[in-house]
């Protein structure tokens, strides 16, 4: 039987590496070009967090190297452990990807044929939609990965004879602990900006591929509080960070004692990088409000303009939901809103916190699903898979029931985002426990349960 030279053993490490850096390279530009665009349209926005986006992207292609690199100088029992792994999970992940999205484009066949190019949308969707879809996909496939590599495993004799080699439970579920590292570190990259940022952005990407208006938001109200005045806004349409283009806006200024003097009612309002002004126009129509008896209508140009302070990245805030948000997108709303006393911070904060708890489930799964796994009776994994499916179920129910709180205010909202976590890391301690010990997990859960 051949045995692998030094220099072949190399070869997947070097390639992923220098993939990894040439990606690096054709990326890290790309996305800070659009930055850069975004910070000109939003100056108000957290240029630092968005600056950080091009390098978290590097890091994301450098990733499979470093998993390359690990995986050659790792002992020979982990290696074989690790390629068991891949193999249950690239199928696994393959399969589960591919049901999802045959599914979403069965529901949504009839949209993309009224589409001018039918697969430059499909195309375009989905490749913006990947982040999100992964993001939701990971924890379950590595749940149902570990269950299915362990349990064959386990049904073969080859964890006894692993922990008869001097290893430990814990010790063997070492190279799974560190992918489900990289899967965590994989979630928190899309969580920074892209996952999020996919979810809100897919109708108007299908919209725009169908030639229909595509909006950012509708119906929002701002409230300026230095200038005293409110805007509610009709619609933001898609770019409009480009193009600095309002539908359907009025204005309403209030004095220093707190009573409205001026309305101000037009179609569009376009607000100008260079001049940092804004120019109103379509059926404009200015309002005194101070005029007593009556209001008085003051006749107006077909354009108006103002030097306000305002930008659309402030005024838009609102009308944004937090569950689209990234971190550097959440921070600028906290910071615009953080002496505004009648903002609700609370779903923001919960978001913020729940960017960096969600990918660390990953992580709890690997926990959970690895002593559930290993079997060294005769009696197989039936049990532990049900039990692994039973609290998957509960860790998706935990997830929103905190999440819920915690954006209503009845929780803090770090709590609220890592209670899920929390929660399951002990019961994945618990499990631990009695398999390293030798107890039966399976049998002493099915003790808590009412009999007959």
Same mark, same amino acid.
């Given at each position: 039987?051949?045995?692998?030279?030094?220099?072949?053993?190399?070869?997947?490490?070097?390639?992923?590496?220098?993939?990894?850096?040439?990606?690096?390279?054709?990326?890290?530009?790309?996305?800070?070009?659009?930055?850069?665009?975004?910070?000109?349209?939003?100056?108000?926005?957290?240029?630092?967090?968005?600056?950080?986006?091009?390098?978290?992207?590097?890091?994301?292609?450098?990733?499979?190297?470093?998993?390359?690199?690990?995986?050659?100088?790792?002992?020979?029992?982990?290696?074989?452990?690790?390629?068991?792994?891949?193999?249950?999970?690239?199928?696994?992940?393959?399969?589960?990807?591919?049901?999802?999205?045959?599914?979403?484009?069965?529901?949504?066949?009839?949209?993309?044929?009224?589409?001018?190019?039918?697969?430059?949308?499909?195309?375009?969707?989905?490749?913006?939609?990947?982040?999100?879809?992964?993001?939701?996909?990971?924890?379950?496939?590595?749940?149902?990965?570990?269950?299915?590599?362990?349990?064959?495993?386990?049904?073969?004799?080859?964890?006894?004879?692993?922990?008869?080699?001097?290893?430990?439970?814990?010790?063997?579920?070492?190279?799974?602990?560190?992918?489900?590292?990289?899967?965590?570190?994989?979630?928190?990259?899309?969580?920074?900006?892209?996952?999020?940022?996919?979810?809100?952005?897919?109708?108007?990407?299908?919209?725009?591929?169908?030639?229909?208006?595509?909006?950012?938001?509708?119906?929002?109200?701002?409230?300026?509080?230095?200038?005293?005045?409110?805007?509610?806004?009709?619609?933001?349409?898609?770019?409009?960070?480009?193009?600095?283009?309002?539908?359907?806006?009025?204005?309403?200024?209030?004095?220093?004692?707190?009573?409205?003097?001026?309305?101000?009612?037009?179609?569009?309002?376009?607000?100008?990088?260079?001049?940092?002004?804004?120019?109103?126009?379509?059926?404009?129509?200015?309002?005194?409000?101070?005029?007593?008896?009556?209001?008085?209508?003051?006749?107006?140009?077909?354009?108006?303009?103002?030097?306000?302070?305002?930008?659309?990245?402030?005024?838009?805030?609102?009308?944004?939901?937090?569950?689209?948000?990234?971190?550097?997108?959440?921070?600028?709303?906290?910071?615009?809103?953080?002496?505004?006393?009648?903002?609700?911070?609370?779903?923001?904060?919960?978001?913020?916190?729940?960017?960096?708890?969600?990918?660390?489930?990953?992580?709890?799964? !690997? +926990?959970?699903?690895?002593?559930?796994?290993?079997? =060294?009776? /005769? &009696?197989? %994994?039936?049990?532990?898979?049900?039990?692994? $499916?039973?609290?998957?179920?509960?860790?998706?129910?935990?997830?929103?029931?905190?999440?819920?709180?915690?954006?209503?205010?009845?929780?803090?909202?770090?709590?609220?985002?890592?209670?899920?976590? !929390? +929660?399951?890391?002990?019961?994945?301690?618990?499990? =631990?426990? /009695? &398999?390293? %010990?030798?107890?039966?997990?399976?049998?002493? $859960?099915?003790?808590?349960?009412?009999?007959?």
């Amino acid at each position: 039987m051949p045995v692998s030279t030094p220099v072949k053993t190399l070869i997947w490490p070097l390639l992923l590496t220098v993939a990894g850096i040439l990606l690096a390279i054709w990326a890290i530009p790309r996305e800070s070009i659009i930055v850069e665009e975004h910070i000109l349209g939003f100056p108000d926005t957290d240029i630092r967090g968005h600056r950080l986006r091009p390098w978290i992207l590097g890091l994301l292609y450098l990733l499979p190297a470093s998993a390359a690199w690990l995986y050659h100088f790792a002992g020979k029992l982990d290696r074989y452990t690790a390629r068991q792994f891949l193999t249950s999970f690239s199928l696994i992940m393959g399969a589960l990807m591919a049901i999802l999205l045959l599914t979403d484009l069965q529901n949504r066949a009839s949209d993309f044929s009224e589409a001018e190019d039918t697969w430059a949308a499909v195309r375009s969707y989905y490749s913006i939609h990947l982040p999100a879809i992964t993001i939701f996909l990971l924890p379950y496939s590595l749940m149902l990965s570990l269950l299915h590599c362990l349990g064959k495993m386990s049904l073969h004799q080859e964890i006894v004879g692993m922990v008869q080699t001097g290893r430990g439970v814990l010790r063997i579920v070492a190279p799974l602990l560190i992918t489900g590292l990289f899967c965590t570190t994989i979630s928190l990259i899309f969580n920074y900006h892209w996952g999020p940022w996919a979810e809100g952005n897919k109708k108007i990407i299908l919209k725009t591929h169908l030639g229909n208006e595509a909006n950012r938001a509708q119906s929002v109200i701002y409230r300026d509080a230095d200038s005293k005045r409110v805007w509610l806004v009709g619609a933001f349409p898609n770019h409009f960070e480009k193009t600095g283009l309002l539908k359907n806006v009025t204005i309403q200024s209030f004095n220093q004692e707190g009573y409205p003097s001026l309305k101000l009612q037009a179609k569009s309002a376009t607000w100008s990088r260079d001049t940092k002004s804004w120019t109103f126009a379509g059926d404009v129509t200015l309002i005194d409000l101070l005029h007593q008896p009556i209001p008085k209508k003051i006749k107006t140009d077909p354009t108006v303009s103002f030097d306000w302070q305002e930008t659309p990245w402030q005024i838009i805030k609102p009308g944004l939901k937090p569950l689209h948000l990234g971190i550097p997108e959440l921070n600028s709303w906290l910071t615009a809103n953080e002496s505004i006393s009648w903002a609700d911070r609370s779903p923001y904060l919960t978001q913020w916190h729940y960017r960096l708890a969600q990918p660390f489930i990953c992580l709890v799964t !690997i +926990l959970l699903a690895a002593p559930l796994g290993i079997v =060294f009776s /005769r &009696r197989g %994994t039936a049990g532990g898979v049900s039990i692994a $499916l039973f609290l998957s179920a509960g860790m998706l129910f935990a997830s929103s029931f905190f999440l819920t709180f915690g954006e209503a205010g009845h929780m803090p909202p770090a709590l609220a985002a890592w209670s899920t976590n !929390i +929660l399951f890391s002990l019961i994945a301690l618990y499990f =631990f426990h /009695r &398999r390293i %010990t030798g107890r039966p997990i399976y049998q002493s $859960l099915k003790k808590l349960l009412p009999t007959r």
